[in-house]
């Protein structure tokens, strides 16, 4: 049981370019959810799905697409990559029976826009 | 919008003493409030959380929780700090959409031998 993993670990991006973070989860969760984390701002959500077939937009949404690919897997797309995207991206996810429901998270992708 | 403070950037506590990890929350309705914490390079653990019943959460690590309606608070405390508690501790809540968490910004605890 390997909970959210995600790929890459690391990726130094050029302005304009584009890339796509994996996550998966293999705790058959349903919903999922992607927060970039930048110093002194918490962590903010990005997009979240709350189950499969579904996604919306959270805080900070403008510059990222996503994909729920299926139940266990949640792509976070940057589509022309800008300094201003340089973070710690962290997917997470929640079996989602009720607001109690705890996220878990993953290690996180550590993403540099030159 | 439901939201949550941690009025603290940094905690500094001696090895051995009690430590207490400050959260405001400002909601409508019932909170549910959480704990993560992050180590270096780490993705966020969670470490307690606060839905209803009795105002002390019991955590991971030894740590807790006190939930108190009155001041609107949630602080994370332990009796007794290690060097190894060391690391960056998110206080959230849930957000209206019954989905999300809404973080603090976070504040960095340093356990000093």
């Known amino acids: 049981n390997a909970g959210v993993t995600q790929t890459p670990k690391f990726q130094v991006l050029k302005t304009g370019q584009s890339m796509t973070l994996q996550c998966a989860q293999d705790?058959?969760?349903?919903?999922m959810y992607w927060y970039r984390q930048d110093p002194g701002m918490g962590l903010r959500l990005i997009y979240y799905?709350?189950?499969?077939?579904?996604?919306d937009k959270g805080e900070v949404p403008n510059g990222y697409n996503v994909s729920r690919l299926n139940k266990r897997e949640f792509s976070l797309r940057l589509e022309s990559a800008a300094p201003s995207q340089t973070s710690v991206y962290f997917c997470?996810?929640?079996?989602?029976?009720?607001?109690?429901?705890?996220?878990?998270f993953g290690p996180g992708t550590r993403l540099t826009v030159l | 919008a439901q939201s949550v403070a941690q009025p603290e950037d940094q905690v500094n506590v001696a090895e051995g003493n009690p430590l207490t990890v400050k959260c405001t929350y400002s909601?409508?309705?019932?909170?549910?409030l959480f704990w993560y914490v992050q180590y270096p390079n780490r993705g966020l653990q969670f470490l307690l959380k606060y839905i209803t019943g009795d105002n002390l959460v019991k955590g991971s690590y030894g740590f807790e929780a006190e939930f108190n309606k009155s001041q609107t608070s949630f602080h994370l405390k332990k009796p007794s700090a290690l060097v190894s508690d060391s690391a960056l501790y998110f206080c959230a809540v849930r957000d209206r959409s019954g989905y999300a968490l809404n973080f603090g910004k976070g504040t960095s605890l340093l356990v000093t031998p």
């Open positions: 909601v409508s309705g019932n909170p549910y």
């Open positions: 799905s709350a189950s499969e077939g579904t996604t």
């Open positions: 997470a996810s929640r079996i989602s029976g009720s607001s109690a429901d705890t996220q878990y």
């Open positions: 705790m058959n969760h349903n919903s």
